[in-house]
């Protein structure tokens, strides 16, 4: 498996307008076996975005597809900057789809 | 929806061990929605635990529980240190067991 944590810094007063666009479409992707936007309690413009993937040629292939490429369109312009972003290897757990 | 992101720096050469401890009897405990062991493809010592629950009163409910307990005993001793740790409130996404 192949995961992702990352951290998205909104411009100011639009982390909702971008977690509405990552949610919309960008869930139920081949491959992908979780996928979770979140925000920050303490600032509704910070996202920490969750991924797990069956494989990483999953998740780059999922960055071609149309809906993903018209969310990067969409939401480019509400980001003020990438925070910290990991890569990880998920060993297991719950959530994550029929591959348990 | 209430989600921790929690970094976790093993003994050295514990990674392993830490996270069977980890995965073992935690992962379908009374309203936790996803958890998810993972590690850093870098080190296998450091490991990354996102967890989501249906709110913070289930994940207090939980530390509570005996199969918690008894993993904080076994694991306590093969941790290093706490790295980062975030708690979120998550929005949506899939994997998230039957609460989408």
Do not use: K
């Amino acid at each position: 498996m192949y995961g992702l944590i990352g951290n998205i810094q909104a411009q100011p007063g639009q982390g909702a307008a971008l977690s509405a666009i990552l949610l919309q479409g960008l869930a139920n992707l081949p491959g992908c076996l979780s996928y979770i936007v979140a925000r920050d309690p303490a600032d509704p413009d910070v996202l920490w975005v969750t991924e797990v993937w069956d494989s990483q040629a999953s998740h780059r292939a999922a960055l071609a597809l149309p809906v993903v490429q018209a969310a990067i369109v969409q939401g480019r312009p509400l980001i003020a900057r990438f925070g910290e972003r990991h890569e990880t290897e998920p060993l297991g757990g719950s959530g994550l789809g029929g591959a348990r």
